[in-house]
């Protein structure tokens, strides 16, 4: 599977964005899918996950009410609804399908990698 990133960018604190990552692949729906983010000088961390159906999903407690994470099967598509921006959320995030099809997973459990998107959030 093939991952595409897009819908980082520069947004002030309590903004508002959503990434969205496109899949190719017949497999995306067999999987589950999440997202990670890696800030400067830090290890890359899970941010959240959804399983294969779309019906469970898994945060951070860093992210939970914050963010949301959503999925559409027919267009091989992940997204993460990001809302009330931190200037700790500033990092590169990357989509991930993971190897299973559970909601909660961390590096070593994906499969493949997106390219990661910026996501810059100002004071």
């Known amino acids: 599977v093939q991952l595409q990133a897009s819908g980082g960018g520069l947004v002030q604190a309590g903004g508002s964005l959503r990434l969205s990552c496109a899949a190719s692949?017949?497999?995306?729906?067999?999987?589950?899918m999440g997202w990670f983010r890696q800030a400067p000088g830090k290890e890359r961390e899970f941010v959240g996950g959804i399983n294969w159906s779309g019906g469970t999903t898994y945060y951070a407690d860093f992210v939970k009410g914050r963010f949301t994470i959503s999925r559409d099967n027919a267009k091989n598509t992940v997204y993460l609804q990001m809302n009330s921006l931190r200037p700790e959320d500033t990092a590169v995030y990357y989509c991930?399908?993971?190897?299973?099809?559970?909601?909660?997973?961390?590096?070593?459990?994906?499969?493949?990698w997106g390219q990661g998107t910026q996501v810059t959030v100002s004071s």
């Open positions: 692949g017949r497999t995306f729906g067999s999987y589950a």
């Open positions: 991930a399908v993971s190897k299973t099809v559970f909601a909660t997973m961390s590096g070593a459990d994906v499969g493949s």
